[in-house]
């Protein structure tokens, strides 16, 4: 339990782990019983979890990513990890596909294609009521306005990142696809900034706010994905303007992408 749910995220491969914990918990009873029993009258009791699942957090803080390991401050539940694992998990896979295509010159709106017809109309009508020259395009001072008097946006690094998030061919003008990706986007990035910050506190080894390709790629192999590539570690380098990022601004290049 502790190893498969508790203080790991709960999927394949932590069952499989928590059930060798098992095993091996087993296992040792009888010879500790031996050890205890009869020289010193000491029942075995827990020893034999403790020794053991102290044992396997030993060896996976030494092995290569196997487990995607909870926050101390964040652990609750197994069902509750399950269900962060699988939203950061969809969303990093997301980020992957995002890169693949515009590193082939391919514009993707996943989230914008997944509405569903009640939320397009609602982006619509702010779109139609953004678009004052009607012209079926906003331009970076239409779309500005709108941000800035909607107090979605917290400094003007955040709008140019925002708007350089969706305007992929750098025209200066935006179209209702990539306005609603936009918008989507930046309401995920509101809802599950938080979690995911949560998510990822662990996989910062060094613990020095900074992420480093490895940890990136670790990040990346914690819920299943192929490491980054290096065409794609330079477009997110060119998109930040930096060589190196912090992991806030890691968090909203996977919830932005």
């Not at 029993?37 to 102290?54: H, M, R, S």
């Not at 003008?173 to 998510?199: A, P, Q, S, V």
């Not at 080894?205 to 990346?220: F, G, K, V």
């Not at 330079?234 to 930040?240: A, F, G, I, K, V």
Request: proline residues 5%.
């Amino acid at each position: 339990m502790a190893i498969s749910g508790i203080f790991y995220v709960p999927n394949l491969r932590s069952f499989l782990f928590g059930a060798g914990c098992a095993f091996f918990s087993a296992v040792s009873i009888p010879i500790l019983a031996i050890i205890l029993t009869k020289p010193f009258g000491l029942p075995v009791l827990t020893l034999p979890f403790c020794i053991v699942t102290i044992g396997f957090f030993a060896l996976l803080r030494r092995l290569p990513p196997a487990l995607a390991p909870v926050a101390l401050h964040a652990v609750t539940s197994p069902e509750e990890h399950r269900q962060l694992y699988l939203a950061a998990k969809e969303t990093i896979s997301n980020f992957h596909r995002q890169l693949e295509a515009a590193i082939s010159g391919q514009s993707r709106n996943l989230l914008f294609e997944k509405a569903p017809d009640s939320i397009k109309g609602d982006l619509r009508y702010v779109f139609d009521a953004i678009d004052t020259d009607r012209k079926g395009e906003l331009s970076d001072r239409e779309l500005t306005k709108y941000l800035v008097g909607a107090d979605r946006i917290t400094s003007n690094d955040e709008l140019i990142y925002l708007l350089n998030s969706v305007d992929s061919d750098h025209r200066g003008k935006i179209d209702f696809e990539k306005f609603g990706e936009l918008i989507l986007r930046h309401r995920r990035l509101m809802m599950e900034y938080n979690e995911f910050m949560t998510f990822f506190v662990p996989t910062d080894a060094e613990e020095n706010d900074r992420i480093s390709i490895e940890e990136m790629n670790l990040a990346m192999t914690n819920v299943g994905e192929l490491p980054l590539t290096r065409e794609e570690i330079n477009l997110l380098q060119q998109r930040t303007s930096s060589r190196s990022f912090t992991w806030h601004q890691f968090v909203e290049l996977l919830l932005l992408t």
